[in-house]
């Protein structure tokens, strides 16, 4: 039981290049979410959602594109990188509302 | 909207110590409050979980309490180690709306015990 995974730990880009950071489950949750932590900020939710094929848009979702197309994947797109993107991205999923919350070990990514 | 604070935003303490940290929340229409343990350049690591029907969860060292009515929870954590040190989050399940069950997060206690 992996719990939540992340691929990849690092990367880092250039102004205007794409790339996708995957997510993967084995709890069979329902809900999963991604967040950017950073500095001064804390954690924000980026996009979410509540089961597959399904998606929406949380608080900072600008710049980003997301896809469920199996339960236990939640990608994150970036389609044209910018400076302001370089954060940690934590991926996270929940069975409902009501259990805990289990996050992934962060990508941490930076755009020069 | 709900905004979760936490105080202090650093603690430094001899090892041994039993310390308190205190995290409010605005809104009292929570599921549930969870708190987290986040080591340096690491993952969110689940401490507990409080669910908002109870007054106390307790896991070894480690008990938090929640009173939903003035929006606070305490994490309680009994003779302090060296290797507790690590930034401490609180974060709250807001319930009724479009809830979807994120959660909303404190900005976070740094602790540091020292031997």
């Known amino acids: 039981n992996a719990g939540v995974t992340q691929t990849p730990k690092f990367r880092v880009l250039k102004t205007g290049q794409s790339m996708t950071l995957l997510c993967a489950q084995d709890?069979?949750?329902?809900?999963m979410y991604w967040y950017r932590q950073d500095p001064g900020m804390g954690l924000r939710l980026i996009h979410y959602?509540?089961?597959?094929?399904?998606?929406a848009k949380g608080e900072v979702p600008d710049g980003y594109n997301v896809s469920r197309l199996k339960k236990q994947n939640f990608l994150l797109g970036l389609e044209s990188a910018a400076p302001s993107q370089t954060s940690v991205y934590f991926c996270?999923?929940?069975?409902?509302?009501?259990?805990?919350?289990?996050f992934g070990p962060g990508t941490r990514l930076t755009v020069t | 909207k709900q905004e979760v604070t936490q105080i202090p935003a650093a603690l430094s303490v001899p090892e041994g110590e039993n310390l308190v940290l205190n995290c409010s929340f605005t809104d009292s229409a929570i599921y549930n409050l969870q708190w987290f343990r986040q080591d340096p350049g690491k993952g969110l690591t689940s401490l507990l979980l409080i669910q908002s029907s109870q007054r106390e969860q307790t896991s070894g060292r480690l008990n938090a309490s929640l009173d939903k009515s003035s929006g606070r929870s305490t994490l309680y954590i009994a003779a302090s180690q060296p290797g507790d040190s690590a930034t401490y989050l609180c974060?709250?399940?807001?319930?009724?709306?479009?809830?979807?069950?994120?959660?909303?997060f404190g900005q976070g206690t740094i602790l540091t015990v020292h031997p």
């Open positions: 709890m069979n949750h329902e809900y």
């Open positions: 959602s509540v089961g597959e094929g399904t998606t």
């Open positions: 974060a709250a399940t807001t319930a009724g709306g479009t809830s979807y069950g994120k959660l909303t």
């Open positions: 996270a999923s929940r069975w409902d509302r009501i259990h805990e919350q289990y």
